[in-house]
């Protein structure tokens, strides 16, 4: 094999001095998904979570706009909100600094005794909110493309697969912690070349063979696509006749599985060189009741604890200190050389 195929340097999946620029190059500039809009039912609905590492709150104020604001008080720096609920403002449990649902500072106790200054620019720092139907996605660079840009043609060939993302039912949050580096659970999702050997029920359903799996790279969108394995047909009846498996750079997966409609979507989410959070938000359609939805959950759980003990041990293997890189299977694996050379490049910028 040529120098072209090695793997990224196995210190990248160890070192925190990496993984601290990965976050100030690749994540903080970019589009996070952080939930759906039905987490926010109605005006005064608040729900505390993260952007990437970025601590924020999700409100829908009283105009009914959704907002996503910075969790971080303007006085000394709180935490401003906790959980989820309903609230008139928000209010900082440290020294009572109140907030409107739009951000605004609206009082500050002994504020105007002691200080005269403009208190327009104390309120909740905005950010950036964008919506795919449902799909709720914060950004807190100024400088980033529009959501839209990041998406490319994927809300149209979410469409032609068959899935209505407009029409879709949120049913369930799945969360998991992987003692991994994040681009180990990337490159993990990124291939099937590893499926035949390690997930049975998986290539039950579908054809995970060279010739039929669809390995696609555009920019920032990894895409792979696959039919249903022949003869898994009846099971897999419904709308959607394909499956789908894309990452949006660096860590927003969204996977459709063939059969009645359905969508996850989640983010990988590093929290330490060999550690990473995730969670995946599963929506179905109309079409699909809760028996089918529950026999799509319990093969999606097998996959995953199937890929959780392969990440974990790549984990293990790359930081024996004694190989300095691997390689890639230059066909079946060239999404994860997209992918690295994204992180590479990423990483260049940095100087
Ligand atoms: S830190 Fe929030 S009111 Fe003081
Ligand atoms: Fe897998």
């Known amino acids: 094999m040529t120098a072209g195929t090695r793997t990224l340097p196995y210190a990248y999946y160890s070192e925190p001095a990496i993984?601290?620029?990965e976050q100030r190059r690749i994540f903080a500039p970019a589009w996070h998904y952080v939930g759906h809009a039905g987490e926010l039912p109605s005006r005064g609905s608040f729900k505390?979570?993260?952007?990437?590492?970025v601590p924020i709150v999700l409100v829908r104020d009283e105009q009914d706009t959704l907002r996503a604001l910075l969790n971080v008080c303007r006085h000394r720096g709180a935490l401003v909100c906790d959980g989820a609920g309903t609230k008139r403002n928000l209010q900082c449990p440290y020294h009572a600094w109140t907030y409107g649902l739009d951000g605004r500072l609206l009082r500050a106790p002994r504020l105007s005794?002691?200080?005269?200054?403009?208190t327009v620019e104390l309120g909740l720092l905005p950010l950036r909110l964008e919506r795919w139907g449902a799909?709720?996605?914060?950004?807190?660079?100024?400088q980033a493309p529009p959501l839209a840009e990041l998406l490319g043609d994927l809300p149209a060939r979410v469409a032609a697969g068959g899935v209505?993302?407009?029409a879709l039912r949120?049913?369930?949050r799945s969360t998991s912690t992987l003692e991994a580096n994040w681009k180990i659970v990337a490159e993990?999702?990124?291939?099937?070349?590893h499926c035949p050997v390690v997930h049975p029920g998986l290539i039950r359903a579908i054809d995970v063979s060279e010739e039929a799996y669809q390995l696609e790279a555009q920019g920032p969108r990894l895409s792979q696509e696959c039919p249903v394995r022949a003869g898994a047909e009846a099971t897999f009846e419904g709308a959607v006749s394909r499956g789908q498996f894309h990452l949006l750079f660096p860590g927003t997966i969204l996977n459709i599985y063939p059969g009645r409609q359905n969508l996850s979507i989640g983010p990988l989410l590093p929290r330490a060189p060999a550690r990473t959070e995730r969670f995946l938000d599963y929506f179905v359609g109309e079409d699909a009741d809760d028996a089918w939805f529950a026999e799509l959950l319990a093969l999606d759980d097998q996959v995953g604890e199937e890929d959780r003990a392969l990440v974990e041990r790549v984990q293990r293997g790359v930081t024996s200190g004694l190989l300095d890189a691997g390689r890639l299977m230059p066909r079946s694996e060239r999404l994860i050389a997209h992918f690295q050379a994204l992180v590479a490049?990423?990483?260049?910028?940095?100087g």
Do not use: I, M, Q, W
């Open 188 to 193: 993990n999702f990124l291939e099937c070349y």
């Open 113 to 118: 005794a002691e200080d005269d200054g403009d």
């Open 164 to 166: 209505d993302v407009d």
């Open 19 to 21: 993984l601290a620029e």
């Open 170 to 172: 949120f049913v369930k």
């Open 135 to 142: 799909l709720l996605f914060v950004c807190t660079s100024p």
């Open 345 to 350: 490049r990423a990483l260049a910028g940095s």
């Open 48 to 53: 505390a979570t993260h952007a990437g590492t």
